[in-house]
């Protein structure tokens, strides 16, 4: 090695020039010299490789020969990489095949003091932005400590920080200290990666209490990013719906009801929002939140009335419902009047119905009134009921007659 400095700094030396060199090679030493004559003057080492300072002290006028002999300083060029990711919400974890990488995350390197860093040449280290698979690296460092510094993406909640392979501390969010040595593995330290978390809006649509599936919920809005936000989804087998990996941003959650039913009352969930109307919930929702309880209620209509005898309460009367629900299916059920005189068809969808009244033995048909849900009469003891969806129809009264001599 020292023969081909010697001969590559365009001095000729023989063995005999140095003390306790012990024996050389020619053929290794004309290997180095070729080799670092086919690299070039202007080759520059680069992560992973060795860099080799030669100090040539020059001339000593007090020794013979009269020149110092040239210092060797060597050491690795090292770098730092990493991946900036959003977990699936609601999940902080390590990154994984399942998570969202992140392009265009502004990524800052600094000394451990605070100070701006220079690379092996003396060039400051600029910032860098992750690429399209969120990764991010600085090259041609040399050993020392430094700070990673994540500029936090709009929109995304905080995550899970990883220390890379070359070892160090994140205690502060966004940071990563790391300790990089000449002789990291690889020469890289990797895994340095920036974990985020994204937003979900979550509910419920009931019944009387009981979850529906198949109902439809769309999400509309704008992100913190400002990009339009469209999506559909259905309730599952429990009622519960779910819009996952939102940034933070302004929904609208719009509820359309099962055909049939009617709109029940609305809340808000834990994220923060309002109600428009009984089908319509705006939410506010943060940077890794997740808003839990947007939930919708859809109700059932009813068919209700009174049998009376000259202004009394008849119990015990016949009444027979017939008809067609809204989704087209064949309607058929009785009931009797309580001792009262009230009946109730409960729990019906919108549709169209016949209520058709069963006299008491020996009594008369009197006169009918059709209900607040609005219909017809037909006859004395028929009446049409056209009933809306999650509409109370009350009044459907019947009356009966008793004859007389005279």
Same mark, same amino acid.
């Given at each position: ?117 220079? =690379? /092996?040449? +003396? *060039?400051? !280290?600029?910032?860098? $932005? @992750?690429?399209?698979? %969120? ?6 460092? #040399? ?79 704008? =992100? /913190?990013? +400002? *990009?339009? !936000?469209?999506?559909? $989804? @259905?309730?599952?087998? %429990? ?6 990996? #939102? ?89 009797? $009047? ?69």
């Amino acid at each position: 090695m020292q023969d081909a400095i010697w001969s590559l700094l365009g001095n000729s030396y023989s063995n005999s020039n140095f003390i306790n060199i012990g024996t050389v090679n020619t053929n290794n030493v004309n290997f180095l010299v070729n080799a670092a004559e086919a690299s070039g003057a202007n080759f520059t080492p680069t992560t992973g490789q060795h860099i080799a300072l030669i100090i040539d002290a020059g001339v000593n006028p007090y020794q013979t020969p009269n020149l110092y002999q040239p210092l060797i300083v060597e050491t690795t060029l090292v770098g730092l990489s990493g991946t900036v990711y959003a977990d699936k919400s609601p999940v902080t974890a390590a990154l994984d095949g399942t998570d969202t990488l992140l392009k265009g995350v502004t990524i800052t390197l600094e000394n451990a003091d605070g100070t701006a860093v220079h =690379d /092996a040449y +003396g *060039n400051v !280290v600029a910032s860098v $932005t @992750t690429d399209a698979n %969120g990764n991010y690296s600085f090259g041609n460092l #040399l050993a020392g400590s430094y700070i990673i510094q994540e500029t936090q993406p709009t929109g995304y909640g905080q995550g899970l920080d990883t220390v890379g392979s070359q070892g160090g501390s994140a205690t502060v969010q966004d940071q990563i200290v790391a300790n990089l040595s000449a002789n990291t593995t690889g020469a890289i330290g990797a895994g340095n990666n920036f974990g985020e978390t994204t937003s979900v809006l979550v509910g419920n649509v009931t019944e009387n209490g009981t979850g529906l599936s198949g109902v439809t919920l769309t999400l509309t809005g704008t =992100d /913190a990013n +400002g *990009n339009t !936000v469209s999506e559909t $989804t @259905t309730t599952g087998t %429990g009622g519960s719906y779910n819009f996952a990996n #939102l940034l933070g941003g302004s929904y609208v959650i719009t509820e359309t009801p099962l055909n049939g039913n009617g709109a029940g009352t609305d809340s808000v969930g834990s994220q923060g929002g309002s109600t428009n109307g009984a089908t319509v919930l705006n939410a506010t929702l943060g940077a890794g939140v997740n808003g839990t309880g947007n939930n919708f209620t859809e109700t059932l209509g009813s068919l209700a009335g009174n049998v009376t005898e000259n202004g009394a309460a008849l119990a015990g009367v016949t009444l027979t419902l017939t008809g067609t629900d809204a989704n087209g299916h064949a309607v058929n059920a009785t009931t009797t $009047t309580a001792s009262n005189g009230s009946y109730n068809f409960a729990n019906l969808l919108g549709g169209s119905y016949v209520i058709t009244e069963t006299l008491l033995a020996g009594n008369g048909a009197g006169t009918d009134s059709v209900g607040s849900q609005g219909g017809s009469t037909n006859g004395a003891t028929v009446l049409n009921a056209t009933l809306g969806a999650g509409v109370n129809g009350t009044g459907n009264n019947f009356t009966e007659t008793l004859g007389s001599l005279a």
